[in-house]
């Protein structure tokens, strides 16, 4: 197959005078709501847009949160700066119109013992099965510190041990769709690195670590992921505005451009998960379009996102 080079199209998800995320990641479809949310890191803010009225709802975070997913009983697990979080989301008051401010009631799940000073979860989502993985990242990407290291959470056996150490800026954790091979990038510019591994769908272990992608080869950083139903896994590439699909076999096959440099993560959404939603970065010589969702018509379609298999 050769590469596909050719026009996708791509709009705003939300209205021209919506308010831009500094680091948007993190989307996450929710199809009973047919709404999309996501989370801007520094402003520690989940966000909620719905995707035929454009209603946006805003929940306010004590710490940086880094992923989330939902819970069978609707509660958020999250990832933020110090530990694993259950998040009851509450609705604004009937009637509140424009941005609506939500309220949240929030529970530590589990501490996390970082290697060093000034470390965050980041990238993470559920595997097929319903366990949560996050990993960890030092926030100052100046120098690569590979102190990061990825981490599993089930309702029965808490936070795991480190289950991958070595990490700079851990991302791009994503599953195929039988479950049995696991996706997992480094981010950081001295990396540019995407690993698949082996995964273990009953006792949730990855082993066999390999090269899948190294992006010295292609362009940009590999940032957040999703996969499609056809098995092929979408990176975005950030600093380079693009989104490229790799083939299970590793080859790229697509390239999608996007109206900004830093896409940050993508996930399929719709009634129909036929739309690659796209978070973005605002870099500090913002252009008009930076820090905005986009949402691509791929003409592929995407899997459910799997929710937390436990209450909270």
Known sequence: MTMETGHTPVRRLEARDARRSSVGECPVW????NAL???????QMLVRCELDTQRRTEWHLPERIGCFAFARDGKVLAALETGLFALTLHEPAPGETGVRQGTIDVRR???VAHATGNMRFNDGRCDRQGRFWAGTMVQDAAAPNPAGKLYRYTAQDGLSAPVVEGLCTQNGLAWSPDGRTMYLSDSHASSRVIWAFDY???DGVPTNRRVFADLHDYVGR???AAVDADGCYWICANDAGLLLRFTPEGRLDRKVAVPVSKPSMCAFGGPHLDLLLVTTICPPQAGDEDGFVFVLETGVRGLPEPVFDGVL
């Not at 929710?30 to 709501?33: A, K, P, T, V, W």
């Not at 949310?37 to 402003?43: C, G, L, S, T, V």
């Open 222 to 224: 590999p940032d957040g």
């Open 200 to 202: 273990d769908t009953d």
């Open 37 to 43: 949310y996501w989370e801007d890191i520094p402003a």
């Open 109 to 111: 799940l589990a501490v």
């Open 30 to 33: 929710r199809e009973q709501e």
